[in-house]
Structures are given as structure tokens and as C-alpha cells.
């Protein structure tokens, strides 16, 4: 499997990612045989990374902007393989939605949106449940109680939800 790096990425966001993308590498799927990896010149509304995954010719681009670099250390390594485990889980992520779009698009109309954007919540928050999961299994935490990301408000940072909840330990930290 190869990963490239577009030529775009700035230097002081290509060798921190370079080294997360190395940690977590063995989470890529076997089916997978070229990972590129892009640099957004500016946010896309909020998004710090995405993914697009083209399963069937056995590829995935993994997108990032400069906005990564200020998440702590430990909303790096979570960013990276939330989207890693999107990749992973593409081939059986797109065939419920076209289903959905298939089936209610025109047929039930009223219900398409609804059930495509409760579906979408869904897979977000088994993918970030994951995410933290294999977080503590590779870094083998000392132990104190991990939020998912997906419980945290928008405009807080993860260290301001920590500082604000009692007894609320980052894991590895």
C-alpha cells in the first residue's frame, strides 16, 4: 500500500502528519492500495480532515488543512483515525445510503433527508466510539474516563470541556 503526499501540504503539517498517519497505519484496510493525503489551503466549514474513499478503484484521499496543527496531541492522533476508520468502513457505509437513495428519494421524499441525516449520526458516533477505543488500546492509558468527541459542544476546546466536568482525566495525559 502506498500513501502520498501532495507536493501542497506546507512542511510544519507534512512531518507531524506524516508521523500520526505512520502510528495508525495499521488500520488501513488491506483492500487499500493508494492513500493520498491533501492540504486544504482553508477550512471547509469547520472540518478539520475528510475523507473520500473510491472503493471500487481501491483509493482513498485523506484531507487536512493547517487547522490540525493548533488541536492538542491528542485530538491529532483522534482526528486521524476517526477518519482512518472511515475508510475502513466505506464499502459497508455507501451501500445503506444508496439504498436510502434508491428507495426514498422519490418514493418517499418527506423521509429521504430525516433518514440519511439520523443515519449519518449514527455512523459518526460508532466511528468516534471506535476512535477513542483504539486510542486507549494503542496508548495504553493510565486510566480516568474518555469522552467521545461527538459529546463535546462545538465551540469548546476538549481542554476547556476536561477543565470544566470534575473528574474528567484525558486519557494519556
Known amino acids: 500500500m502506498v500513501i ?6 506546507r512542511k510544519d503539517l507534512r512531518e507531524p502528519l506524516e508521523a500520526v498517519i505512520n502510528k495508525y497505519r495499521i488500520l488501513l484496510p488491506v483492500w487499500l492500495q493508494k492513500l493520498v493525503v491533501n492540504m486544504w489551503d482553508t477550512p471547509n466549514d469547520g472540518e478539520v480532515a475528510n475523507v473520500h474513499t473510491m472503493h471500487e478503484y481501491r483509493t482513498a484521499t485523506l484531507n487536512t488543512n493547517a487547522s490540525w496543527l493548533s488541536q492538542s496531541d491528542y485530538e491529532r492522533e483522534l ?6 476508520l472511515h475508510i475502513c468502513l466505506d464499502p459497508m457505509d455507501v451501500y ?6 434508491q428507495l426514498l428519494e422519490h418514493d418517499a ?6 433518514v440519511k441525516d439520523e443515519y449519518r449520526a449514527k455512523v459518526e458516533g460508532v466511528v468516534q466510539d471506535m476512535t477513542v477505543m483504539i486510542y486507549n488500546i494503542i496508548n495504553k492509558p493510565t486510566g480516568g474516563q474518555v469522552i467521545p468527541l461527538y459529546g463535546i459542544p462545538h465551540d469548546m476546546s476538549i481542554q476547556e470541556f476536561v477543565d470544566s466536568v470534575p473528574n474528567i482525566k484525558l486519557a494519556n495525559k
Open 109 to 114: 421524499p418527506n423521509y429521504h433527508a430525516t
Open 79 to 84: 482526528t486521524i483515525i476517526h477518519e482512518l
Open 96 to 101: 445503506p445510503q444508496n439504498v436510502f437513495d
Open 4 to 9: 502520498e503526499y501532495n507536493e501542497n501540504i
